[in-house]
């Protein structure tokens, strides 16, 4: 049986008519983590949302700009081709997203 193709960089409308929620899929999953992609369509986290995930998360966006807030310890404002690790239980949430965004989202756990 062949391996199922996922086009990780579907074409998106310039501006969407509707303005529609984040969508997640699970490529992977093994019992040390799973990868996920993400479309965002310019949705931030909701207000006084935070992040507090049992897991590291290793995440790139792919297309797009976002501005990821760490609280007290400042933001990061990201465009196509960044990447960055965030740790287990660091608080975080997407304070700015394109409508255009597209993330892959690979959540693993350490040793120890």
């Known amino acids: ?19 529609e929620t984040e969508t997640t899929q699970t490529l992977v999953t093994a019992p040390s983590g799973r990868l996920e992609h993400i479309i965002s369509r310019g949705q931030p986290s909701p207000p ?43 608080n975080h949430r997407v304070a700015e997203v394109s409508h255009d965004a597209v993330w892959v989202a690979l959540h693993f756990k350490t040793s120890g």
């Open 1 to 19: 049986m062949l391996p199922t193709v996922v086009n990780l960089m579907p074409s998106m409308p310039t501006v969407p008519a509707v303005p």
């Open 48 to 90: 006084n949302f935070w992040y507090d995930q049992p897991d590291d998360e290793w995440v790139v966006l792919l297309r797009g700009t976002a501005t990821l807030d760490f609280g007290e310890e400042g933001s990061l404002n990201l465009k196509a081709g960044d990447c960055l690790t965030i740790a287990a239980h660091q």
